[in-house]
């Protein structure tokens, strides 16, 4: 399920996040190495295989696989929408290039990616 958020972003997310579920990951990024932060089902985010695709590949948004790599999410936004693998980052995650944006979707899932 994708989510548009109020900047017109477009997500491979749904609701649910940190708040009461200590396995939680996309305020807080915790996946060790071999994993990256997605969602199963589409309602909560938790650390999984990571996939093979580099920072800026192109990716497609599917619940239960991540196709990104360690520590990047998949982050489709434009017109016609196009998948990237971007980096999710936070105060002691910082990003290497780019800008740690603070997303809220339209369902008040909050997300922290490098962009």
């Known amino acids: 399920m994708t989510i548009t ?3 017109g972003v477009t997500l491979g997310f749904c609701e649910m996040g940190a708040v009461g579920n200590p ?3 996309n305020v807080k990024y915790n996946c060790p190495s ?4 997605w969602t ?3 309602f909560a985010f938790e650390c999984m295989s990571s996939g093979a695709l580099q920072a800026g590949a192109t990716c497609a ?11 990047l999410a ?3 936004e434009g017109n016609p929408k196009q998948g990237q693998c971007d980096y ?8 290497s290039s780019g800008t740690c944006t603070t997303i809220t979707d339209t369902n008040g899932v ?6």
Not at 88 to 95: E, G, I, L, R
Request: hydrophobic fraction near 25%.
């Open 74 to 76: 998949c982050v489709a």
């Open 61 to 71: 948004l599917i619940l239960g696989s991540a196709t990104c790599g360690d520590g």
């Open 40 to 42: 199963k089902d589409g």
């Open 88 to 95: 999710w980052c936070d105060a002691s995650q910082p990003c």
């Open 23 to 25: 396995s939680s990951c």
């Open 5 to 7: 958020d109020t900047n």
């Open 110 to 115: 909050t997300l922290s990616l490098c962009q």
């Open 34 to 37: 071999g994993q990256t932060c």
